[in-house]
């Protein structure tokens, strides 16, 4: 039979996640139509508690874009960013790279400022790049997947606001991990999605819509159907969506929702990130020849990417990964990108610990416990 042999892994991957059990069970709840009067039984309360967890911006709607988080940053793009304006792609690492395509695929007049893979943004590399480039938008990411790096998004967004430019941040990793600082950042736009902090399986970008962005996208032509913000916001006040609903998500989504803001709490959610922050810090300790990657003082407390000893190799991290499935465990061996050009600079590879959304910090001490006894393997 189909499915017979789909293994029940414990994912300690960043992307997808583990998900809680009650979850798993809400998708069995029944199935709605999305113009129905069933519909606002799921949504309004998904609004309501995406706007608590979010610590409730104000000027802000919520929105529910059918798809991953890439298309909530495409709708950004498309329907912020018009033909006379010029966007700085601020990048710390694969997915600020990301959004810098995404730009220059739709024809926008995109120019990027990169930093090396575990840097965070440096102000004064990007002072200079404002004063040279003098962007009208600047996108650049909160948490970064791919290194592990946490940005300083309120300092980079008054530098950003302060050189006449406008900020729409990325924010798919770190969207119930930690607070958004919507209401300090101000950005036109602050794009996150389902299936990574918040516990839930892909499906739904999520994007938090200024009235500084409609009133942006009222001058920009060509914003597309699903990316037109002021068509999905247009829905997204009366607790609908633009187009047709994944409805398990949905029935997912109310429940995982309620569960953040009313049974373990936002802060408490929070704060569980932080302490396994500081368990996934502690353990590199005890394990030779491995340290903390992302710079000090900016790592994420949804994912820790760890830097191997000059003995391991990209080859060998796969090997790790099939050990770990012999655990019951799949292990992130690195995002590979970003792992071929560390090995074609001479560099031995990094490897990343997802520790997010409905992860235990007792879950994270006994995995971490079995893949160092794996690592010294290789020693």
Known sequence: MIGDDFAELKLFITGPILLREEVRKAGLLPEFGHRDAENPKRFEPI?????????????????????SGTNVLEASIRSLVADSDKVLNVSV??????????????????????????????LEKLEKALKEHKPDVVTFTHNETSTGVINDVIAVCEMIRAHGAAPIIDAVSIFGGAPTLINECKPLMYCTSTQKSLGLPAGFGIGFVSEEALEKAET?????????????????????TLTTPNGTLANQMCVQLDYIVNDESVAGRFKRHEDMRA???????????????????????????????????IDKLKEVKELMRGHGYL?????????????????????????MADIMPEMLEEYLAVLGGVLKTFN
């Open 331 to 355: 292990f992130d061996p690195g995002y590979g990108k970003i792992n071929k050009e560390l090995e074609e600079q001479g560099e031995s590879p990094i490897f990343r610990v997802g520790h």
């Open 220 to 240: 920009v032509t060509n914003r597309g159907y699903t990316t037109d913000i002021l068509a999905q916001v247009g829905k997204a006040k009366i607790n609908q």
């Open 47 to 67: 609004m309501r508690n995406l706007k608590t967890i979010a610590g409730n911006p104000e000027g802000y709607t919520p929105v529910i874009f059918n798809g």
């Open 279 to 313: 368990i996934a810090h502690k353990w590199v300790e005890s394990v030779d020849g491995y340290e903390l990657f992302a710079q000090d003082g900016y790592r994420s407390p949804s994912l820790t990417t760890f830097k191997t000893p000059s003995h391991m190799t």
């Open 93 to 122: 690492g694969a997915f600020g790279d990301l959004y810098h395509k995404l730009a220059v695929l739709n024809g926008k007049n995109a120019v990027q400022l990169k930093f090396p893979y575990g840097q965070a943004i440096s």
